[in-house]
């Protein structure tokens, strides 16, 4: 049996060229849209004569930056989780509730920040683990799951902070953490030609690697592309599917307390209300970076040129002019037609019409 | 209505058969009669029952394959063969009965347990992930590593090199093993999950519906690969509901009907029309065949009172019965 000759002429594929290559990758699209965005803005801004200044300095871009930074380091983790299939709506009030239980501890029962934010982290660990538990042993959608917990977390850290502080607010953080080695990881800055560029930025770019590197380069990361792609069919050849989810809600919620750390310990204070929608920031990026909405496909370095449309965008309307009411307006624009791009471009790719 | 068909016990003589029948078998059996092994079988079901609450979904249902041999497991919609099937791959434990390898008696605890003594299924819509490249999908579960301790890494360039390989030996040249999957043919998907499977030492391949979904010259290419994982010594259990299929490559055919055994035969005992009819829709398909035949008389006299030239030609009344198939049709 010649199965050469049998197949020979049935030659299916054609032989690609790198620029074919870039343009089937899942973040092609949003380093497309990344560009173009910044460029509407750098013309907008050099229209109005800010050369230098506003969106065009250095000052401008250590703030973008800093926002695409924040929405970034939740946009990493949340793109693997869209990947297998899932999704995290408590990531926003996780911030909140985490930056509260950090805030609290630190103020108002005295615990070393070190210790307080080992103990916020592993609380978020808990609640991601209890998000994929319940995911799992109920069957129902992760979007409910989540939803459910969103407004628990929410809820919860208002109820108990009224009733220990008689505020939703905790300050007074800063008091207690000044000089803590510790701390500085989180609040850490260097200023560069003028710019402030926060440590934050640092932990995006090592969220946006690690992501990466374990979506394209371990074996957790083939699991996890097969989990949102085919659940049945990779439990089947014996990946361990409920391990990979949960392990991945664990990981959005550790991404949302990184973030609360951060935001608590730099701005001195804990509000409830932080991080309110910063959930629908966070799948924003992971789509707008080529993660398909339905899971088995996708990109965490998309991701972060998601988050860099999303901090352009948010700061660029300020920095032009245009009153920032219309950045939501803006921000669904963009999320429309990214989808619309990568939903082309995923159809080329997988080499369907 | 559970039990239409009374349970033919498969070591029964088979049914027996009016000359046509032996006229063709005389044809079937020169299309490479082969003898049939007497060896161990490799994979052994062993009066197995499967009941999901108060519904009989297997009952006393017996299946082996040896190595080197393809046995076709027929059966409608409905008969038992997905739950045999998942019984077989690791998928459900059966309530009573044995399964053994080698004959040694084996207990399944998972699909993946299944497949690490060699028992490898390829299923149907789960053969592989369309969204994932080629060298992904050859390696999911059994991913190449390389280097140490926390940098211990998926092993991207020899998966890309050993599945260009594979595939090359399966006859698809793959340029770019990053390729999604989706990019291949329906055949060439089948094709690639076989050979994944022969590449991690499947020495049982059960195929679920391999050929259902594809087009006739697709179906060919999936054939070819049924006989020839055979020839390399494999046992094959090759599950379809298509008798033109499994007739050119079976060595061996075991017909559920109803979740029960409607009867095994080895090639040459029997021929497609027994076997529809003991798949049990023979007798239905027949029926309807002689109620299609009517109408379309009736239809065809109706045409010509309206005297509307005859340009519409009245199948002929004695067409050979073809197994109604949906699926048969390509989807992809």
Same mark, same amino acid.
């Given at each position: 049996?010649? *199965? ?15 620029? !074919? ?62 990947? /297998? ?28 920040? *070190? ?46 902070? !009224?009733?220990?502080?008689?505020? *939703? ?17 989180? *609040? ?37 592309? /097969? ?7 990779? !439990? ?19 991404? /949302? ?89 995923? !159809? ?6 | 209505? #559970? ?8 070591? @029964? ?29 490799? $994979? ?11 519904? =009989? ?6 299946? #082996? ?7 076709? $497991? ?25 399964? $053994? ?27 592989? $992930? ?54 291949? %043919? ?7 999950? =076989? ?10 391949? =059960? ?95 109706? =045409? ?10 009245? @199948? ?12 048969? %049709?390509?989807?992809?």
């Amino acid at each position: 049996m010649t *199965t050469a000759s049998a197949t020979g002429g049935d030659q299916r594929l054609r032989s690609v060229s790198p620029l !074919r290559l870039f343009l089937s990758r899942p973040e092609f699209g949003a380093i497309v849209g990344a560009i173009i965005v910044f460029l509407i803005f750098a013309v907008l801004s050099v229209a109005r004569g800010d050369v230098g200044k506003g969106f065009l300095s250095i000052q401008g871009a250590a703030s973008y930056l800093e926002i695409a930074a924040q929405v970034g380091i939740l946009g990493a983790a949340v793109s693997l989780l869209m990947i /297998a299939g899932e999704f995290d709506l408590s990531v926003g009030s996780m911030i909140g509730a985490s930056g509260l239980l950090l805030g609290l501890l630190i103020v108002q029962y005295g615990v070393p920040p *070190t210790i307080a934010i080992v103990l916020t982290f592993a609380f978020a660990l808990a609640v991601g683990a209890f998000n994929g538990w319940l995911r799992i042993k109920t069957g129902l959608p992760s979007f409910i799951v989540t939803l459910g917990m969103l407004l628990i977390l929410r809820g919860a850290g208002i109820g108990f902070t !009224r009733a220990i502080t008689s505020n *939703t607010i905790v300050s007074g953080v800063n008091a207690n953490t000044a000089n803590d080695p510790i701390v500085k990881l989180f *609040t850490a800055s260097v200023t560069i030609g003028g710019g402030e560029f926060k440590v934050v930025l640092l932990w995006w770019i090592v969220a946006v690697v690690v992501a990466t590197w374990v979506l394209t380069r371990t074996r957790f990361g083939n699991w996890i592309f /097969a989990v949102g792609g085919g659940e049945q069919a990779a !439990r089947y050849v014996g990946v361990p599917v409920h391990r990979v989810k949960v392990i991945l809600f664990m990981t959005t919620a550790a991404s /949302a307390a990184l973030l609360a750390c951060i935001q608590v310990l730099s701005f001195g204070s804990a509000d409830v209300l932080r991080g309110t929608n910063k959930e629908f920031e966070a799948i924003i990026t992971a789509v707008v970076g080529g993660t398909l909405l339905t899971g088995g496909y996708g990109s965490a370095l998309g991701s972060a040129f998601g988050a860099f449309i999303l901090g352009t965008t948010q700061l660029g309307i300020n920095f032009v002019g245009i009153n920032s009411d219309w950045y939501q307006v803006v921000l669904g624009a963009v999320l429309l037609l990214a989808v619309l791009a990568n939903t082309y471009l995923l !159809r080329r790719a997988s080499g369907s019409r | 209505m #559970s039990n239409q068909l009374p349970p033919i016990p498969h070591d @029964t003589a088979p049914i027996t058969m009016p000359p046509e029948t032996a006229e063709r078998i005389a044809r079937y059996g020169k299309q490479g009669a082969r003898p049939i092994s007497d060896a161990v079988p490799v $994979l052994e079901a062993r009066d197995v029952s499967k009941y999901f609450g108060r519904v =009989i979904a297997l009952e006393h249902v017996s299946l #082996s394959v040896r190595p080197g041999e393809v046995n076709c $497991l027929l059966g409608d919609n409905g008969a038992g063969k997905s739950t045999l099937i998942k019984i077989l791959s690791g998928v459900h434990r059966p309530d009573s009965g044995t399964m $053994l390898m080698d004959g040694e008696p084996v207990d399944f605890q998972s699909p993946r347990n299944a497949l690490d003594r060699g028992v490898a299924t390829v299923y149907q819509d789960l053969a592989v $992930l369309p969204l994932m490249s080629i060298s992904r999908n050859f390696f999911i579960g059994s991913e190449p590593t390389t280097g140490w301790g926390p940098f211990r890494r998926f092993d991207v360039a020899a998966a890309g090199r050993t599945a260009t390989d594979q595939m090359l030996e399966i006859g698809i040249q793959v340029r770019d093993p990053s390729q999604l999957v989706g990019t291949l %043919s329906g055949g060439e998907r089948q094709t690639l999950a =076989i050979a994944r499977a022969e590449y991690f030492g499947a020495r049982v391949l =059960i195929l679920d519906e391999p050929t259902s979904a594809l087009g006739v010259k697709e179906a060919a290419i999936v054939l070819r690969h049924v006989i020839r994982a055979r020839s390399k010594g494999l046992g094959v259990i090759f599950i379809t509901h298509n008798v033109q299929h499994a007739l050119p490559v079976g060595d061996r055919f075991t017909i559920l009907s109803h979740g029960r055994s409607a009867g095994e035969f080895v090639r040459g005992e029997v021929d497609q029309d027994e076997l529809l009819r003991l798949m049990g829709g023979g007798d239905e398909l027949t029926h309807l065949a002689r109620e299609l035949d009517e109408l379309m008389a009736a239809d065809a006299g109706a =045409i010509e009172a309206a005297a509307i030239p005859d340009e519409v030609t009245p @199948t002929s009344p004695d067409a050979p019965v073809t197994q109604v198939e949906a699926s048969e %049709s390509s989807q992809d």
